[in-house]
C-alpha cells in the first residue's frame, strides 16, 4: 500500500556552532572511490548487492552520483533506495570492541558535532531515496530529540510517520538510583513524499476461555469490539456474516473470530509503535550472535523492511555494524547496500 501526503517545511529550527547550509554539505563532499568489500547475488539487469568500506558520506555522494547516472536502480526500474535504515553511534562517549577485544568503533562525538554529523548523513539520505522512500533512525534517548528537530528540518513535518518505541524489556544494567530504569530505543520513521506501508501482525496465543473471548452457538471463538461508527447498513450486513453480538442491555459489538490451535486460541494482532516483542541482543540465539558489540535482532530490521519494502526493493544501512539489516534483507528478497568504516564491521558481515 502506497500512502502519500503534502511535502512541507518544518516551522522551527535547531541553530548551533558549525551548522553548514545543505546545499554546501551535497556540494563540498568529495565522492569516495568505492572499495567494495564483496558483491552478493548478481542479478540478470546487472544489479549486485554491495558490501562497502569507507567513510559513509563520500560513499553517500558517490551512491548519490549512481543514480544520477540511473545505475541506482529497484527492480521496479525506480531510482534510488526504497528504504533506508541507520543505527549510528548513540553520542555515549564510550569505545567499543568486539568479543576478542578488537576495536569496532569509537563513538566520541558529542553536542553540536554529534548533531552536525547525523544532520550530513541525512541530507544525503532526502537525496537517495526514491520519491516513495522511507527511512528509519535508531537511536536512544540521548539524543533522539534534537535529531526530531533535524529530520523535521530536512524532510519536512508532513512527512514525519512515527516515534517507534523498542520496549526490549527491563535489565538490572539499566538502573540508575532515582530514575526510571531505561529500558527502550527510540526508531524515528519518515518519507521522502509517500510511501510504501504493508501492514504487521503478530500472532499472539491464549489459553481458551481468556478473558475477552468467547464461544458462539457454532462452537467459534470471537472476541468484541464497540461498533463505532458502523452504519444500520453496515450492522445489517455483518449481522448476516454472524458477526453482531448483542449485550445483556442490548448493545451492539462486533465480533471477530479467531484462530484455534489445540487448547490455545491464536489472535493476530496489528503491530502499533511500541514494539515490545522482540528481545534484545542479549536474548539473541547463539547462531544469531556475531560478537560484534551493538548487534540488533533480525526480528528488529525483518519487520522494518517488510513493512516499508517490496520484494526487490533496495534497501540501505549506512551504519552497517553487524549486518543484521543485510541478512534479513537478503533472506526478504531484497537488494542491499551496507557501508561501515571499521574493519571488524565488513569482517563480520563478510563472513
Known sequence: MRRT????GSD???TYAGKEPKAKVI??????????????????DGWANMLIEGDNLRVLKSLLGMKENNELKNRDGSPGVRLIYIDPPFSTGLRFKGKKAE???????????????IRKRIIFFRELLTEDGSVYVHLDWKKAHYIKVIMDEVFGEDNFLNDIIWSYGGRGAKFVSGKFPRNHDVILSYRKSSHIFNRTFIERRLPKGANGFKKDESGRWFKTSPRGDYTNESVAALSKEGRIYRTKKGNIRIKYFVREDGEYLIEDKLVGD???DIPDAMHLSEAEKTGYPTQKPEALLGRIIKTSTRPGDIVLDAFAGAGTSLVAAEKLNRRWIGIDSGRLSTRTIRD
Not at 501526503?5 to 512541507?8: A, H, V, W
Not at 568503533?105 to 558529542?110: A, E, H, S, V
Open 12 to 14: 522551527c529550527e535547531l
Open 27 to 44: 556540494s563540498s563532499t568529495p565522492p569516495a572511490r568505492l572499495k567494495r568489500i564483496g558483491t552478493f547475488g548478481e542479478n540478470p
Open 274 to 276: 511500541v514494539w515490545d
Open 5 to 8: 501526503g503534502r511535502t512541507k
Open 103 to 117: 576495536s569496532a568503533y569509537d563513538d566520541k562525538l558529542t553536542g553540536s558535532k554529534f548533531i552536525e554529523f
